[in-house]
């Protein structure tokens, strides 16, 4: 089992940048991918990023690309994701996942680690 806690949430204005951050706990994360799903009010949980962790392969949703980048730190076990030119569109609960390949974590399907979720919310 993996144990998943993140961080960095808050509140900033439209074009404004936060980083958010997942501390990874568990003897298999190493072998994991890992990603970024959100879930903005009246809306089904979606998929925003996502990054192989023992290989340097990545894949992110259409409506995030090229505004926000994610990245990890294996030997802290820790993944992030740098959020730029945030919209109010951007505003959702923020939640790590950890999955056994990027596909499932790409097609939302058998995810088998979740995080508790951060609130990012984007003032206009």
């Known amino acids: 089992q993996v144990q998943l806690v993140e961080s960095g949430g808050g509140l900033v204005q439209a074009g404004g940048s936060l980083r958010l951050a997942c501390a990874a706990a568990?003897?298999?994360?190493?072998?994991?991918?890992m990603g970024w799903f959100r879930q903005a009010p009246g809306k089904e949980r979606e998929f925003v990023a996502a990054r192989n962790w023992g290989v340097d392969s990545t894949d992110y949703a259409n409506s995030v690309k090229g505004r926000f980048t994610i990245s990890r730190d294996n030997a802290k076990k820790m993944l992030y994701l740098q959020m730029n030119s945030l919209t109010p569109e951007d505003t959702a609960i923020y939640y790590c996942a950890a999955a056994a390949n990027l596909a499932r974590l790409v097609n939302n399907q058998n995810i088998d680690n979740w995080g508790k979720g951060t609130l990012v919310t984007v003032s206009s």
């Open positions: 568990g003897r298999t994360v190493s072998t994991l991918a």
